[in-house]
């Protein structure tokens, strides 16, 4: 058993990736409930996530599509075929501390389905409002992308913003939701 520096157990995380309208993704959850959510989970990517899973967290890795994740793919299943608006998951939010964890705590709280906010305006809502970089940089550190949709989060003027997945996936998302019209084709 992997031991954590201070001689507590490591805390076991179960693993699996996942086929989506978005691509594969690579969902982690401990005890306490989903870890992390990585898009384009490749095999090269998913092993460096799996990598940092296991330093981060001290972590013992198992990969299983049942247990502590059938009920977050279930709901991420819904949520992409367009009959879930709400996860309402239990979540382990010890990949995220600090200014960063406020902020995707309020977004998660305050930012419904189908909705967007300003980089500024979140930061004002977490009582920052001259922090909206600072908001930019808390989004590309979400650990729990799609769940905590930091894809709801736009420029002032109406651009994207940008994405850790992509912004072609952050389109997706948004169109998903009907922020923005579905492609042609």
Not at 140 to 162: F, K, W, Y
Request: charged share 20%; aromatic share 6%; glycine share 12%.
């Amino acid at each position: 058993m992997i031991s954590t520096s201070d001689d507590r157990p490591a805390q076991s995380v179960e693993w699996a990736v996942v086929d989506s309208a978005i691509g594969p993704l690579l969902l982690a959850a401990t005890e306490q409930g989903l870890v992390t959510v990585v898009f384009h989970a490749t095999e090269r990517i998913r092993d460096k996530a799996l990598d940092q899973l296991r330093n981060r967290l001290g972590a013992e890795l198992t990969r299983s599509a049942t247990g502590r994740l059938a009920e977050p793919i279930r709901r991420l299943s819904a949520y992409f075929a367009g009959e879930l608006r709400e996860f309402g998951l239990p979540l382990d939010w010890s990949l995220s501390t600090g200014f960063n964890r406020q902020v995707l705590r309020k977004l998660a709280a305050g930012v419904p389905y189908g909705s967007v906010v300003g980089y500024g305006d979140l930061a004002a809502r977490v009582g920052q409002p001259g922090a909206a970089q600072a908001v930019g940089a808390a989004m590309g550190s979400n650990p729990l992308p799609i769940v905590v949709a930091c894809h709801r989060v736009v420029e002032r003027g109406g651009g994207l913003g940008g994405f850790g997945g992509g912004l072609e996936t952050k389109r997706q998302l948004l169109a998903l939701e009907g922020v923005l019209p579905q492609p042609l084709f």
